[in-house]
């Protein structure tokens, strides 16, 4: 069983909707909790983190973890064609920020 | 500010040959860590440096080995090339605080090597 599960899509949905994106894992010694965005052929950028469970909101984008269920959420609201991109989480333990564990991506489309 | 750069940003190598990647780090980041993303899939830690030190490793050969320079720049060494090795080569950077919550990591474009 791999770390960190997520669905690698495709997910194609119409500009303005609302998309949900998601992570299971099985460490539960994860306390830190990323969300990259990742364009063809470019680095992942850094969308999203928290820490431990709860919500965090950063304008149309929304972060929820669930460390009882494992389970972490990427919400972006009025999506547009911009946010096309892959969309991968990423979480880590320890004292330090070490190896970070990711899923290997959600690619999203948002069509006009 | 110059966020991090990589270098070169697409190489081809062929079976059984050395490459050296280079990577420099966001401005004010002392910590370089280093990630193999294989097509399709999420990137894949293989060491991070500290100190010009190696501080952790993930599950990678020892084909594998890296640098540090007092300037906090970094290299990645890949040894005795595979076709297996073809991936996109990420450097991260961070500055290291002494806790998780106040440290982020910034990834560069990356390094496409092409083993044929």
């Known amino acids: 069983q791999k770390e960190v599960e997520q669905d690698p899509g495709p997910l194609s949905v119409p500009e303005g909707a609302i998309v949900s994106l998601n992570c299971t894992y099985s460490n539960s010694a994860f306390q830190y909790f990323m969300w990259y965005r990742q364009y063809s052929r470019k680095g992942p950028e850094l969308l999203m983190y928290t820490y431990s469970s709860g919500n965090k909101e950063d304008g149309r984008f929304t972060a929820q973890v669930d460390k009882s269920s494992k389970y972490i959420s990427l919400f972006i609201r009025d999506s547009q064609p911009s946010d096309s991109a892959t969309y991968l989480c990423a979480m880590t333990g320890g004292s330090t920020l070490g190896r970070l564990y990711f899923g290997r991506g959600t690619q999203l489309t948002v069509w006009p | 500010d110059a966020g991090v750069t990589q270098s070169p940003t697409h190489l081809i190598k062929t079976r059984g040959q050395q490459v050296t990647l280079r990577c420099s780090p966001k401005?004010?980041?002392?910590?370089v860590s280093w990630y193999q993303q294989a097509l399709g899939q999420g990137p894949q830690f293989i060491f991070q440096y500290y100190e010009e030190e190696e501080r952790q490793r993930g599950n990678f050969p020892d084909r594998f080995s890296g640098h540090q320079f007092p300037n906090y720049s970094s290299e990645l060494n890949v040894n005795a090339l595979l076709l297996g090795d073809s991936a996109l080569y990420l450097c991260?950077?961070?500055?290291?605080?002494?806790?998780?919550?106040?440290?982020?990591?910034?990834f560069g474009s990356g390094t496409q090597l092409s083993v044929l």
């Open positions: 991260a950077s961070s500055r290291t605080t002494g806790g998780p919550a106040n440290e982020k990591l910034f």
């Open positions: 401005s004010g980041h002392d910590t």
